[in-house]
């Protein structure tokens, strides 16, 4: 649809490939940023009139579950989200994400698993590869929860990734960032998280037609509640899907290693 002219002006963006790990393509949902100065001028953060299409009703649908499964706080229900579109050897270099938004946000994995590199400084050592000091697998299906230090001290980047990978990073603006114009999706409002054994479904609590039959069953359950792994002093939590796919998280100097 981007490559049709099918979207808004600033929601799809493919830039040229003019050399290895340069190239991603991306897919801006709820607002547009930029993270550099663009050639009109606009210091890096959101637009304030950057034309793009509102949150797809499944992104949403996502960002529900987010929220009722405990992985974003219900003060951080994101409105905005960036989908990164990586063919083999693409990469997204070290950055800290704008303040524009708000903390915390996540990143969800899709297609093929890749390494997020974390670290006060992340060297290029060449096209498309870093070195940093900490590493974290981002097995398919997982969430990538970043906040504190890991948000706002620690750089990250996802290195000249092996095989085609799509992520998807939720953000709540801040409000005092929003685009002109921007009016919040009436459908992420006033969501709750579950608690562990109720039936805490907003739509439920508010509604008194409305089915009382449980919604949290076992079947509903996200497997991956049970598989968390935190390093909440780094303020990086991240959660998979189920067991099949490894997880490795390093720590200490990554030496010329390709990630
Ligand atoms: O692709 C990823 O998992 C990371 C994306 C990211 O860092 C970003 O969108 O700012």
């Known amino acids: 649809m981007g490559k ?5 002006d600033r929601t799809y963006s493919a830039p040229v490939k003019w050399m290895r790990g340069k ?11 930029n993270y550099a ?23 949403k649908v996502m960002i529900r579950r987010l929220v009722r ?6 003060t951080c229900v994101p409105d905005s989200c960036i989908v990164n579109i990586y063919e083999k050897d693409d990469c997204i270099p070290p950055h800290i994400d704008n303040h524009d938004f708000v903390r915390p946000f996540c990143t969800v994995s899709f297609l093929s698993e890749c390494e997020i590199l974390f670290g006060s400084k992340l060297t290029s050592v060449r ?13 398919v299906g997982s969430v990538l929860v970043i906040n504190g230090n890991g948000a706002d001290v620690a750089k990250h ?5 092996p095989s085609r990978r799509i992520s998807i990073t939720f953000r709540k603006m801040d409000e005092s960032k929003q685009p002109n114009g921007y009016v919040a999706e009436p459908d992420l409002q006033g969501l709750e998280p579950f608690s562990d054994g109720a039936d805490t479904n907003s739509s439920t609590k508010n509604n ?7 919604i949290h069953t076992p079947l509903q359950r996200p497997a991956f509640e049970r598989e968390d792994r935190v390093d909440k002093g780094r303020g990086i939590i991240a959660e998979r899907p189920d067991s099949r796919y490894s997880s490795r998280a390093r720590q200490g100097p990554v030496n010329r290693r390709r990630f």
Do not use: H, M
């Not at 049709?4 to 808004?8: F, I």
């Not at 190239?23 to 940023?33: K, P, S």
């Not at 606009?42 to 009139?49: Q, R, S, T």
């Open 23 to 33: 190239g991603r393509v991306t897919l801006q949902f709820g607002c547009c940023y």
């Open 37 to 59: 100065l663009d050639r009109q001028g606009n210091p890096p953060g959101i637009l304030k009139n950057g034309a793009v299409d509102p949150l797809p009703d499944l992104f």
């Open 127 to 139: 096209a498309g590869e870093f070195t940093g000091s900490f590493a974290i697998a981002l097995p």
């Open 157 to 161: 980047c996802v290195p000249a990734v």
């Open 69 to 74: 499964w405990n992985v974003l706080p219900p």
């Open 208 to 214: 008194k037609n409305a089915s009382t039959r449980p």
């Open 4 to 8: 049709k002219g099918q979207l808004k």
